[in-house]
T-cell receptor
């Protein structure tokens, strides 16, 4: 149990385009999901908390207009990187915790390369 | 700001030996701690967790120790196997419920045959 998936697993795009990444909880409902970013050989940094039916909560320094988050259902959150630039190239990972539990389970990640 | 840190960025052990990965945390209010394993190109995988009202918890070949006095967390892996090679992160939960997780810098564990 507690399986989280992401799609796509990797994406290459041109600078200036937008990219959407999906995060799904497969066997549980999640009112809250989390989006992290990880640069090579670095730790995970929380970008934002995605709340079903309400606005996401962004961490300090994360541009909400650049990283659009939509949590339209209890099993799906999407992260859209708008007007992507090479510096946005990174490994994006989502997580979610089953109801009543604190443990966050992570998706397999999405590798984004902006050319 | 407060953060979770690790003493050693890399660790190499012989296959079959035991390994210990350490982590220091600074937020005395943290009440829940998790160890994750991350293989190259993959998302973190849950290994074991511990609450602040405990000082030891055991799983299959893994043990987590928590010393709240010195704000120290460790992960012990017994009889290491090649598949244990990965980066290990400790993370602390700053509040009740699935709220903000703060990750340590990570330790790369290499198991030598």
């Amino acid at each position: 149990g507690a399986v989280v998936s992401q799609h796509p697993s990797w994406v290459i795009c041109k600078s200036g385009t937008s990219v959407k990444i999906e995060c799904r909880s497969l066997d549980f409902q999640a009112t809250t999901m989390f989006w992290y970013r990880q640069f090579p050989k670095q730790s995970l940094m929380l970008m934002a908390t995605s709340n079903e039916g309400s606005k996401a909560t962004y961490e300090q320094g994360v541009e909400k207009d650049k990283f659009l988050i939509n949590h339209a259902s209890l099993t799906l959150s999407t992260l859209t990187v708008t007007s992507a630039h090479p510096e946005d190239s990174s490994f994006y990972i989502c997580s979610a915790a089953p109801p009543g539990r604190e443990t966050q389970y992570f998706g397999p990640g999405t590798r984004l390369l902006v050319l | 700001g407060e953060s979770v840190g690790l003493h050693l960025p890399t660790l190499s052990v012989q296959e079959g030996d035991n390994s210990i990965i350490n982590c220091a945390y600074s937020n005395s209010a943290s009440d829940y701690f998790i160890w994750y394993k991350q293989e190259s190109g993959k998302g973190p995988q849950f290994i074991i967790d511990i609450r602040s009202n405990m000082d030891k918890r055991q799983g299959q070949r893994v043990t987590v120790l928590l010393n709240k006095t010195v704000k120290h967390l460790s992960l012990q892996i017994a009889a290491t196997q090649p598949g244990d090679s990965a980066v290990y992160f400790c993370a602390e939960n700053w509040g009740q419920g699935a709220q903000k997780l703060v990750f340590g810098q990570g330790t790369r564990l290499t198991i030598n045959p």
